[in-house]
Each structure stands twice: as C-alpha cells, then as structure tokens.
C-alpha cells in the first residue's frame, strides 16, 4: 500500500495534504496512491455549490460548515477559483471566507485554481474530492468557480447539486441556457432579504413546471440569507432529502457509475496526452512539413499518433 494511502487511512491530516499535492502536481506515483485508497471511498456525501458569479457561493459554504459541525458532521471542503490565463495565478479568495474554520479539527479546507480547465472546476478536482472521501468526511462541499453558460463539471461527481441564485442577478431565463435545471436538485435562493425576491421564485416555478413537470424529483426551492444564519437548517434538510431519495431510487448509483465511467476515460486521455507529449518532444520534423504547407495539420497529427503507436507496440515487442 501507498505510504500516504496508510496514514490516510489512520486520519492524519498531514497526510492528506501531502497526497492533494502530490496529485495536483501530477506525480509519478499519483495513480497508485488513488488506486489503493479506492476501496476506502463511497461513504461521504458530495455535495456541489454552483452558480453566478456574486451569488453568495462561498458565504453560503462558510455558514453551511458551521451549521453541519454542530450536527456533530465532519466537513471537507474543495473550493475552485479561476487562474488568470496571464500569470498562472489563482486568488484563493475562499480560504480568506473560510478561515474561521482552519483550527476546527473536523474540517478540511483545500482551494485550488482551474488552471486552464473550462468547466467550473479543476482538472484535480475529482482526485481530492476522492482522497477526502477516503479519509473519512461525513460531507464534502464542493463549490465551484461560478457558471457561466458551460462550466457544467459539477454534473460529472457531486450527489446533490445545489444551484445558488440571487435577486437582480439578471433574467432567470440565462439562469436556464446554462443547462442548469437539468442539473440542479435544489435551488437557493440567497440573499433572500433583497427586493425581487417574489418574482424570482415565481419565474424558478414556472420553469420547473415547463421542464419537471413529470419528473419523479422536482427540485425544491429554498431561501436563504446566509449572512444571517437564516435559512441554512431548511437548506440541509432538502439536501439530505435529495440524498435520501437519490440512494433509494438508485440515481446515486447511476450517477457515481457514470463518474467512475468518465474517470477512467480522462485518466486514459490525460496519460496517452503525456506520453505523446513526450514522444513528441523527440519527433519535430513535422513542425516544418506543417509550416512550409508540405502538409496539412490533419494529415500531421494522424501521422504522429500513428507513428508514436506503431514505435509504441515495437518496444512492447507486438511490431509486424
């Protein structure tokens, strides 16, 4: 067993840190440690935090931890921020809203950047959401960048999607384009002490009953105002309800097969795209066909691949 596998499974934090970095950065090692903590995951409950920007995401989460500690809950928290396609850097905003939980020995609380990735989420993101899991937390809260009309990655890990939402945040209607109510299982809506709030849960309800009119879990709409403290035992109680129904009807199975299904095919895509970076640092020949116009970029890509495949298979000894 991996070393950092062992002293997770023993709940040392310093151990889960160290294994967050370790497959953040890509390590040699990485898959191995995910593969032997595997067995250890499947008990906590993903919870996805998305919506715009401004929402109140990240107060929400910040009030919503201090609600489950006094439910006696441990909390593991992944809270995504976007990198400048600049500097490479990432304002980890969140951990500045949640730092009166850093001495709380019942959460955890990891920030990290996109780094490129267009989703909402970061590449990692399922990885530590996995060792959290693995570690033992009775809840993970995983809140993302803020959707815009594509930033759709919660989908692919968390049980119970919770869709934040605010008065004046413009016509709920662009709300919908995103594809979020084929997504949500529960909207909040935060701030629910500013003007615009009737109309809001007005427009939510009549789309529902456009697009879930007939569909076995209606998603429930609540209010909130987070900074407040109103609203948030409400919040968990739907979130439960959801997770409830969820395992009985099977759709947690369903969708955890479905993310398992994806995994596999992104860590296949994400090592063949290494290796093929790597081979292709030795071949730069076609760097020039492409150039001078004695190839087309299509014809050159299908002749790297097949090149590195066919080296691929000699060395394994399989060559014609």
Known sequence: MHPLAERLSKKDERALAKAISLVENDAEDKLEL???IHPMTGRAH???????????KSSLVNRLITYLRKQNLTVGVVAVDPTSPFSGGALLGDRVRMAEHFTDPGVFIRSMGTRGSLGGLSRTTKETVRLMDAFGFDVILIETVGVGQSELDIMKIADTIAVVLNPGSGDVVQVFKAGIMEIADLFVVNKADLPGVPKLLAELESMLDLVKHDA???PPIVKAISVQNLGLEKVWKRMKEHFEYSKASGER???RKTSLEREVIEVVHAEMMKKLMEYEETEKGWVEEVTSGSIDPYSAAVKL???YMDGSLERKGMGR
């Open 253 to 255: 199975d369903a969708r």
């Open 46 to 56: 993903y919870i996805g935090m998305t919506g715009s920007p401004g929402a109140g």
């Open 305 to 307: 691949l097949q090149n």
């Open 216 to 218: 076995p879990w209606r």
């Open 34 to 36: 995910l593969k032997d």
